[in-house]
Antibody, heavy 118, light 113 residues
Framework: QVQLQESGPGLVRPSETLSLTCSVS????????WSWIRQSPGKGLEWVAY???????NYSPSLKNRVTISVDTSKNQFYLNLTSVTTADTAVYFC????????????WGQGTLVTVSS | SSELTQPPSVSVSPGQTGTIACSGD???????????GCWYQQKPGQSPVLIMY???KRPSGIPARFFGSKSGSTATLTIRGAQAMDEADYYC???????????FGPGTKVTVL
């Protein structure tokens, strides 16, 4: 059974960079698409970015100027960087898997709350 | 437009049938593989769970009382014989081919009472 686990700082200062790691266990990171999805408190789900393990990343149009996703197959991990954060970036950040580019998410991490505050 | 619309809330009596509609132009895409919608159930404090994909398919372990359908640009999730445990937020999701983006609907809070 594939498991995903997010990790990273729970508090980030405004204007700084949010950096998260998703560790994948129980399966290889290869041959799948990997995404970051976030959920602001009390709000809905917002897709942030995806990357095929060996391909070109793609980003939400509303965030593409600030976000970077990357994959390290040797560590079975993928990453999110979001620059110049504001309080609007406060959210639970989930990592998730799309099996074979099927446009759905079959496995999700438990989510990690990132608060942007001074 | 790449938006998906859902009703903010649906109420259903125990044992009865409730439906959630999800509408959007991207559900009527040109390519068959881009037209599909899927649904997630999210309970408070938990991660979303995929409960329907490719409009009508249930992943293993999802009860048969969840039924999916699609017509044109509207996908529908039906809960037949709703149970108290089905109280949750439900999100539809589709693929926007023009921006190569995943798109979520705003979510529907289902109350069983």
């Amino acid at each position: 059974q594939v498991q995903l686990q997010e990790s990273g700082p729970g508090l980030v200062r405004p204007s700084e960079t949010l950096s998260l790691t998703c560790s994948v266990s129980g399966g290889s990171i290869s041959s799948y698409y990997w995404s970051w999805i976030r959920q602001s408190p009390g709000k809905g789900l917002e897709w942030v970015a995806y990357m095929y393990y060996s391909g070109r990343p793609n980003y939400s149009p509303s965030l593409k100027n600030r976000v970077t996703i990357s994959v390290d197959t040797s560590k079975n991990q993928f990453y999110l960087n979001l620059t110049s954060v504001t309080t609007a970036d406060t959210a639970v950040y989930f990592c998730a898997r799309d099996p074979g580019g099927t446009r759905r998410f079959d496995f999700w991490g438990q989510g990690t709350l990132v608060t942007v505050s001074s | 437009s790449s938006e998906l619309t859902q009703p903010p809330s649906v109420s259903v009596s125990p044992g009865q049938t409730g439906t959630i509609a999800c509408s959007g132009d991207i559900l009527a895409g040109e390519k068959l593989e881009d037209k599909h919608g899927c649904w997630y159930q999210q309970k408070p404090g938990q991660s979303p769970v995929l409960i329907m994909y490719q409009d009508t398919k249930r992943p293993s372990g999802i009860p048969a009382r969840f039924f999916g359908s699609k017509s044109g640009s509207t996908a529908t999730l039906t809960i037949r014989g709703a149970q108290a445990m089905d109280e949750a937020d439900y999100y539809c999701q589709a693929w926007d081919r023009t921006t190569a983006s995943y798109v979520f609907g705003p979510g529907t809070k289902v109350t069983v009472l």
